[in-house]
């Protein structure tokens, strides 16, 4: 065997390692999701058992019918949770979003004073566990006479958002050149057009990538929302799931089936948007 | 119409002031060009201008309106920048339209003028791409286009053409020099390369540390340098330059050697003025290899012996030691020479400068 054929199989060979481990990555990943969307097509009995079932031996839908058809028949008022999760999730994303732009930008594009202790102790925040806040929120939120509003929660979620849309969103227009806001400028625009004109445009990627975290962390967030709200008009999708808990029973597969619903919106908002998450936008517009 | 002028126009950041009160009257359609080595405050100057960057005292005018607290909109400039500036998510088309677009120009109004600028820089085929699909000539060839659309007072550039390979640099320097002809505004072009603002320019203004050395066209800042830094970053390879003493109508270098004093500055130098002397390499020659410009009693004649030399075809540079450093001349039709070879030297010193030692003033009245 020659040198050239040789080096062909062990290319061949180490392409084809490279592929089982990224399948078993890829297992590792997706596996508890696929549970859950299995789970919630089983019966009961099947999810319990031990050794487990792998292959479902039966499917069915009874878990989402049961889901849909209101009180005293398995249901509960998932269309409830499902507008109380949307409304306090875009809401909150909006702002967050809209706060992080303009600190993002300020931190990105100028100088002022103590600007790394402001920066810092805006990361600093991140530290603190969201449960740990819960209570003291709580105490907070009943003086107020927000609690279990949608308000309550948006305010919440905003504060919990802001810094880390703030950190994404100063990262991505670092990396749009100053010089094209200054050719902008020059080329007629006043300050504002020539950010919503050529600063805004390229770093829309990255603020859209900011936008789908802060909307996750808000769609996804159980630990203070379980706290904040308690009744229809307020709780959220996760804090729903708890619906499925009595006290003595957990039903899984309702529970399994109400997480499926969950995910399909926050899965397919991310499938949209990756595809404008494309990076590079800026090349080309100075030297290289 | 445009002149611009600059009175006492300053720069400071916090304490540091950056441009010391620089004076500066440019003419209408006149080319100038600001040159200095980095740190010499001559982007500052140029951003000033532009209006992106506030000024800290003194005035800028813009054809003889005071235009000081303007937004660089409203001072009809444009503007190419180093790295071109282009806006990437715009194709060539949209780029050189985006100012007339912002200033709510007709749609017909903008494609003739979209039309007129891509055929002056031949871009007519590639307005349809987007600014990374184009290489760096036509990246740079659009960045002008965007300042011509917009038909200006007065245009700047910033070290336009620092990002482009050696050829392609010479190339756009000649598009650069027919476009001035064409459209014939007033430029100021901002350049670290001399080369660049000798050929371009009508004027050169030679900056250092935020003041003016020298305003003048290139002939006058290179055979007239008002100082020993001028004399030194004008001309390629650049001036011999040489600290030495005023003896009795001879110059006494550090090492012993002597020169006749050039006649045209024994008016001005006394016997023990410390002095800068410079003799640029095309008028230190070996004998036989060189024009001398002036009368020929004053081309002194002296043996050195030859360091280095580099052949580059119809001159070679010869390095020869004197005063214990070398000096590069430049020896035209040459032959053959070889290190540490003593040759005869013509030094053609009605050519020569000489500079106080101290204020590094020239000494020719």
Known sequence: MDENSSARLKRRLLGIVYRIGLFLAMLTICLPGLWIVIS???????????????????????????????IGKGGIPVIEYFRNSLIVSVTSTVIAVAIGMAGGYAFARYRFRSKS??????????????????????????????IDTHFGLILAYVALNVPF????????????????????????????????QVEFPLAGPGIASAAIFAFLTCWNEFALASQLTRSVSAKTLPVGLLDYTAEFTIDWRGMCALAVVMIIPALTLTYIVQKHLVGGLTSGAVKG | MATVSLKKLTKRYGNIEIVHGI????????????VGPSGCGKSTTLRMIAGLEEISAGSIEIGGRVVNDLPPRSRNI?????????????????????????????????????????????????LDRRPSQLSGGQRQRVAMGRAIVRDPDVFLFDEPLSNLDAKLRTQMRTEIKKLHAKVRSTVIYVTHDQVEAMTLADRIVIMRDGHIEQVGTPDEVFRRPATRFVAGFIGSPPMNLHEARVDDGQLVFASGEKLPLPH???????????????????????????????????????ELPITVTEPLGNETLVFVEFNGSDWVSRMLNPRPLKSGERVAM????SQAHLFAADTGKTLRS
């Open chain 1, 40 to 70: 919630s097509l089983r019966p009961t009995v099947e999810i319990m058992a031990k050794p487990p079932v792998w292959i479902p031996k039966e499917i069915s839908f009874d878990a989402y019918v049961a889901m849909f058809s209101g």
């Open chain 1, 117 to 146: 202790s402001v920066f810092l102790g805006l990361m600093l925040t991140r530290t603190v566990p969201g449960i740990a806040l819960s209570l003291p929120l709580f105490f907070l939120y009943v003086r107020l006479g927000i």
């Open chain 1, 165 to 196: 849309t703030i950190w994404l969103i100063d990262g991505f227009f670092r990396q749009v050149p100053k010089d094209l806001a200054e050719a902008a400028q020059i080329d007629g625009c006043t300050r504002w057009q020539a950010f919503w």
């Open chain 2, 23 to 34: 004076d500066l009257d440019i003419t209408d359609r006149e080319f100038i060009a600001l």
């Open chain 2, 78 to 126: 444009s503007m190419v920048f180093q790295s071109y500036a282009l806006y990437p998510h715009m194709t060539v088309r949209e780029n050189l339209g985006f100012s007339l677009k912002i200033a709510g120009a007709a749609k017909e109004d903008m494609d003739r003028r979209v039309a007129e600028a891509s055929a002056i820089l031949g871009l007519d085929t590639l």
């Open chain 2, 264 to 302: 045209q500055f024994k008016a001005n130098v006394t016997t023990g003025d410390k002095v800068v002397f410079g003799l640029r390499p095309d008028d230190i020659y070996p004998t036989g290899h060189g024009i001398s410009s002036g009368d020929a009693a004053d081309v002194h004649q002296i």
């Open chain 2, 346 to 349: 013509s030094l053609d010193l």
